[in-house]
C-alpha cells in the first residue's frame, strides 16, 4: 500500500474522509467497589440492530490533531487519499500517541490502516521510543478489532471522554 508522509496540502482530502462505522457490538463497563478493593470489568454485548456511530471528533478537532501532530502518513489508492494517521510524540512517556486513524469506508480490510499504522511503529522506533499508544470508545468494536490483530493490546481506560464516554486505551509495546 502506498503511504507517504502527510503534508498540509493533504489536510482537506484528510478533513473529507468518512470516519463513521457500524458495529454491532460494544464493551460494556463493570464497575465493583468497596473500601479494600475496586473491581473493573469489561464485556462484550451484542446489539439487537447495527449501530451507525459517526467520527468522535468533529472539523475543528480534526483540524487540530493534524496541525499538532509530529508525524503524519496518507495513504493513497486511485490517485486520491484514502487514509490516514497523526502521531504525538510523548517523550516524557517515551512514548508516541496516533491521535487520529481515518480509512475512507470503500478501502477498510484492504490493509491501508496497517500500512499505516506500520509507519507509526517504524517511527517510534527509529526515534527509540518504548511504546506506540492510541485510544478508542467503547462503541468501536471493529477498530478494537484491528488493534488486537495488529498486536496493539489493551492498557487501561479513561471515563468523561467523547463528551461523557469510556475511552480504551491500547498499546503496541516496542521490544
Not at 446489539?47 to 496518507?74: E, K, Q, S, T
Not at 494517521?85 to 491501508?112: D, F, Q, S
Request: aromatic share 10%; proline share 4%.
Amino acid at each position: 500500500m502506498p503511504v507517504r508522509p502527510l503534508s498540509e496540502k493533504d489536510f482537506d482530502a484528510l478533513l473529507a474522509l468518512d470516519a463513521s462505522f457500524v458495529t454491532e457490538r460494544v464493551w460494556q463497563m463493570q464497575q465493583r467497589s468497596t473500601s479494600q478493593q475496586r473491581e473493573i470489568s469489561f464485556q462484550l454485548v451484542n446489539l439487537p440492530r447495527p449501530l451507525r456511530v459517526d467520527g468522535l471528533y468533529d472539523a475543528l478537532m480534526r483540524r487540530i490533531c493534524l496541525n499538532r501532530c509530529h508525524f503524519g502518513w496518507v495513504a493513497e489508492e486511485d490517485g486520491a487519499v484514502q487514509g490516514g494517521l497523526t502521531l504525538e510524540v510523548l517523550p516524557w512517556l517515551n512514548a508516541a500517541w496516533i491521535t487520529w486513524l481515518v480509512v475512507a469506508p470503500a478501502w477498510r480490510r484492504r490493509g491501508l490502516g496497517t500500512a499505516l499504522l506500520d509507519a507509526a511503529i517504524d517511527q517510534a522506533k527509529a526515534l527509540g521510543l518504548q511504546s506506540v499508544q492510541m485510544h478508542l470508545s467503547t462503541k468501536n468494536y471493529p477498530a478494537m478489532r484491528f488493534c488486537n490483530a495488529r498486536g496493539l493490546r489493551y492498557c487501561g481506560y479513561a471515563e468523561g471522554m467523547y463528551g461523557n464516554e469510556i475511552m480504551l486505551l491500547f498499546a503496541y509495546r516496542i521490544r
